[in-house]
């Protein structure tokens, strides 16, 4: 199995602050990874795909980079409604998901 | 716009089979290139991948569930249905139907169920 590692479990941020959450791959997975943002009582919404390649509709502000075995989220500059959980997820071999990160309101 | 929708008991007994169904709206799940999976994900805990099933209907699972679960298909229903037997507490959770595209970009998630909760208690 493939391990993935979030880095940190929790952030603690002010709107319009510039924030970077890094997954971590046990092993090269390419660029086959994804990032989801999941709010309380809700699925987990897609954001980015194949490391870098923002989904429809989301925001620019969103950002990701990477490959191989390192990988990063960014978000520009934080908005209000952005406060929620981020998971990143392998599909080079089957699935994984990383054990997230809560981004909190400083 | 493609929509999913799990159903099926909410309490389940330990030792029994948990039962749920994914309806699909706005897309066939017969059609296309597309793998169709369950996910679950305990109170407060992370993202677990259980299994999926192909289009043709062939399946796969996660290694460390394998031998309790099966995923089906019902293509007259649009309907992909999940049995995982000898339920512990440890599988309580709620659980999500998703849509993996298979494209040039991977096998991602890109639309999702609500989730249904499901709690194992006698």
């Known amino acids: 199995d493939i391990q993935v590692t979030q880095s940190p479990s929790t952030l603690s941020a002010s709107v319009g602050d510039r924030v970077t959450i890094t997954c971590r791959a046990s092993?090269?997975?390419?660029?086959?990874l994804a990032w989801y943002q999941q709010k309380p009582g809700k699925a987990p919404k897609l954001l980015i795909y194949?490391?870098?390649t923002l989904e429809s509709g989301v925001p620019s502000r969103f950002s990701g980079s990477g490959s191989g075995t390192e990988f990063t989220l960014t978000i520009s500059s934080l908005q209000p409604d952005d406060f929620a959980t981020y998971y990143c997820?392998?599909?080079?071999?089957?699935?994984?998901f990383g054990q997230g990160t809560k981004l909190e309101i400083q | 716009q493609v929509q999913l929708q799990e159903s099926g008991p909410g309490l389940v007994e330990p030792s029994q089979t948990l039962s749920l169904t994914c309806t699909v709206s706005?897309?066939?799940?017969?059609?296309?290139?597309?793998?169709w999976s369950w996910i679950r994900q305990p109170a407060g805990k992370g993202l677990e991948w259980i299994g999926r099933?192909?289009?043709?209907?062939?399946?796969n699972y996660n290694s460390s569930l394998k031998s309790r679960v099966t995923i089906s298909g019902d293509t007259s229903k649009n309907q992909f249905s999940l049995n995982l037997s000898s339920v512990t507490v440890a599988d309580s959770a709620v659980y999500y139907c998703?849509?993996?595209?298979?494209?040039?970009?991977?096998?991602?998630?890109?639309?999702w169920g609500r989730g249904t909760l499901v709690t194992v208690s006698s």
């Open positions: 099933i192909y289009t043709s209907g062939s399946t």
């Open positions: 092993q090269s997975i390419n660029s086959w």
């Open positions: 998703a849509r993996n595209p298979v494209n040039s970009y991977g096998y991602y998630f890109d639309y």
């Open positions: 706005g897309g066939s799940i017969s059609s296309g290139n597309y793998y």
């Open positions: 997820q392998q599909y080079y071999s089957f699935y994984n």
């Open positions: 194949k490391a870098s």
